[in-house]
């Protein structure tokens, strides 16, 4: 029922277009993208077939020095907004969009939020309150101490010293 | 044609059917049992451990506590030191209503509470104290009675 199909960049459009012509995925689901840190950023498309029920995950990797593929619009209209919010959210150009501006973040916005390396400003301008010890109060933390309890997830270097 | 025969039929048998509408807030809204309201917090049961304001994903429970040394109960015995709650605050604002602290308190502190009309007009005011928190207790359910069955 589900296929997950790893495609070069290259063959990106080939590989849609075989998608809706010869397996009648004709439903285009999302696409979206993937940080891979230093591999580059993958790019996935969902794609379904009404009359077979299959679901086809194409997938392809983007060398961090080249994030720019063309546009599946036109193969799946469908295709556009997920390419602009892609293309905000992940930096990766999408050759040939007939309207690759920002869509959900707001004017001026710099950076790329949905990359790992963006620092997420809510997570460095607020105490994390978990970093209280039991016994402890919220005052008591601006003394020094030993050792820092550090927030689950978040990267040491966001954290200020 | 198949389709707009279908799409009419749709149409034909709302258009025969009374419409409903809740009137709400004149009759209370029936709720589903594990309705997820607001979290109370039963005090006495807390030992300030932390693990609910670590756990939380949405870093929006604040405890601040101090700690008191209980005389030996026997003679000879050693002082027992024990964390006294001073601020247990929850901020419905950042909340998700997740109920990781509910699930990750070990001592039975944290409860759902279906009660759901605490609207504020400034957001500092969905930041609900001890106090506060306590109340909601009073409108906690009863927990459901294990079926028959099941493993005890």
């Not at chain 2, 048998?13 to 309201?37: A, K, N």
């Not at chain 2, 509910?102 to 969905?126: N, Q, R, T, V």
């Amino acid at each position: 029922m589900n296929e997950t199909q790893d495609v070069e960049p290259a063959e990106w459009i080939a590989a849609l277009t075989a998608a809706r012509d010869a397996r009648h995925c004709d439903f285009f689901d999302f696409l979206t993208a993937v940080d891979e840190l230093e591999d580059g950023i993958r790019i996935v498309a969902h794609v379904y077939s009404t009359s077979t029920r299959q679901h086809l995950l194409i997938r392809t990797l983007l060398p961090p020095d080249a994030l720019v593929l063309p546009t599946a619009t036109t193969v799946y209209k469908g295709a556009n907004w997920h390419e602009r919010e892609t293309c905000e959210m992940f930096g990766v150009q999408f050759d040939g969009h007939p309207n690759l501006i920002p869509l959900l973040l707001p004017d001026g916005f710099e950076g790329t939020p949905l990359r790992k390396d963006f620092v997420l400003a809510s997570r460095v301008a607020k105490q994390w309150p978990g970093e209280v010890d039991p016994g402890q109060s919220l005052t008591e933390l601006k003394k020094p101490k030993r050792r820092r309890n550090l927030p689950p997830g978040v990267p040491e270097d966001w954290t200020r010293p | 044609m198949k389709g707009l025969l279908k799409g009419l039929v749709v149409t034909l048998r709302t258009m025969t059917r009374r419409s409903v509408t809740r009137q709400y807030p004149e009759t209370r809204p029936d709720l589903p049992p594990r309705s997820r309201g607001v979290i109370g917090l039963l005090a006495e049961n807390c030992t300030s451990c932390m693990l609910c304001a670590r756990e939380c994903p949405d870093w929006c429970i604040y405890i601040e506590s101090h700690k008191e040394t209980l005389p030996a109960v026997v003679e000879g015995g050693r002082e027992r030191s024990r964390n006294v709650l001073d601020r247990f605050a929850i901020d419905f604002s950042l909340c998700m209503y997740c109920g990781i602290c509910i699930e990750a308190c070990p001592f039975d502190a944290l409860f759902w509470s279906p009660e759901f009309e605490y609207a504020e007009h400034s957001i500092g005011a969905l930041t609900h104290e001890m106090d506060l928190l306590g109340e909601w207790m009073k409108t906690v359910p009863p927990p459901p009675a294990i079926e028959p069955g099941e493993p005890t």
